[in-house]
């Protein structure tokens, strides 16, 4: 088991900057490929940004939506990920949630996650 917790959302303007943190216990996060995915009101949960659990060349995959704007990193030895997020949009506005996979490559595809957190909200204002 390893338990997730966000933090990091608030609400900001259009075109500021926000960073999420994803703070993991229960297990290292290295056992894990990583990702974050977001909600907004009345829609699906969709896929944002994953990395995967380590080594010299980590793999990363974006959204299109996001791709440029926000950066998913992770730090394996504090056990803790982050989504820095720039230049954020009215359409950012959503519930972030991260969440890991026991597939060490991580994934954009929801089913693949075991573990969840609870999720921090993002509100961005015109």
């Known amino acids: 088991q390893v338990q997730l917790v966000e933090s990091g959302g608030g609400l900001v303007q259009a075109g500021d900057s926000l960073r999420l943190s994803c703070a993991a216990s229960g297990r290292a996060l290295r056992d894990f490929g990583m990702g974050w995915f977001r909600q907004a009101p009345g829609k699906v949960r969709e896929f944002v940004a994953t990395v995967s659990a380590g080594g010299n060349r980590p793999y990363y995959a974006y959204a299109d939506s996001v791709s440029g704007r926000f950066t998913i990193s992770r730090d394996n030895a504090k056990n803790i990920m982050f989504l820095q997020m720039n230049n954020l949009k009215i359409e950012d506005t959503a519930t972030y949630y991260c969440?890991?996979?026991?597939?060490?490559?991580?994934?954009?595809?929801?089913?693949?996650?075991?573990?969840w957190g609870q999720g921090t909200q993002v509100t961005v204002s015109a």
């Open positions: 969440a890991a996979a026991s597939s060490l490559y991580g994934s954009t595809t929801l089913r693949d996650y075991d573990y």
